[in-house]
């Protein structure tokens, strides 16, 4: 009994580290970018796109100094990729809100983070490694770009271009390149599933 505590202690003291404090950060900061984008004005939009990009780019940091510092722990493996998808879904759902973005677009994103994140827990449930693809890096890169227009849609910044449709655009692609990596997130999972014989 006294051991299982002291594992857990141990486990706890060794997460409690800078780069899930990070990733925290990020998690905290989502409802701050719905609070100001719910009912987007110009001043409002330009403080929930300052919020997101913050928040994006914590995304980087975390994993940087995770590996950097050897601090990779099971609860930074845990919460970064669900701190991602809650930050991009909740973004995506809200543009749809003030239609900048078509449901049927938002739709195929979920669908494509859900099917991913539902191969990659069985696939660990098994003992599986599937590694990031480089693909899905340039995907959510894309993804964070087109947000951001489409968030600024609406204020001064608009004198400058369009960003309605170079944010759509730009959504459109990293629509692609998702099922790209997501297709080799399936094919590299089950080239594992054959090899074991399951």
Not at 22 to 48: H, M
Not at 65 to 85: C, E, M, W, Y
């Amino acid at each position: 009994m006294n051991r299982g505590m002291s594992a857990w202690k141990s486990v706890g003291q060794e997460s409690f580290n800078l780069p899930n404090f990070i990733t925290l950060t990020r998690i905290l900061l989502i409802p701050v970018f719905v609070v100001l984008f719910a009912t987007p004005t110009p001043d409002r939009s330009l403080n929930a796109a300052l919020v997101f990009v913050i928040a994006a780019v914590t995304d980087l940091l975390d994993g940087y100094l995770a590996r950097r510092n050897g601090q990779v722990t099971i609860l930074g493996k845990l919460l970064d990729p669900i701190a991602d998808k809650l930050l991009v879904l909740s973004a995506l759902i809200l543009l749809v809100n003030v239609d900048r973005v078509s449901a049927l677009v938002a739709i195929l994103i979920i669908a494509r983070e859900v099917a991913v994140t539902g191969v990659r827990a069985f696939a660990a449930g098994e003992g599986m490694v599937i590694s990031a693809e480089t693909t899905g890096k340039y995907k959510m890169a894309l993804q964070v770009v087109a947000i951001v227009m489409l968030i600024l849609e609406g204020t001064f910044l608009s004198d400058f271009g369009n960003l309605h449709l170079a944010g759509i655009a730009t959504l459109y692609l990293s629509l692609v390149l998702g099922y790209i990596s997501g297709g080799q997130y399936v094919w590299s999972f089950w080239k594992q599933v054959v090899a074991k014989g399951l």
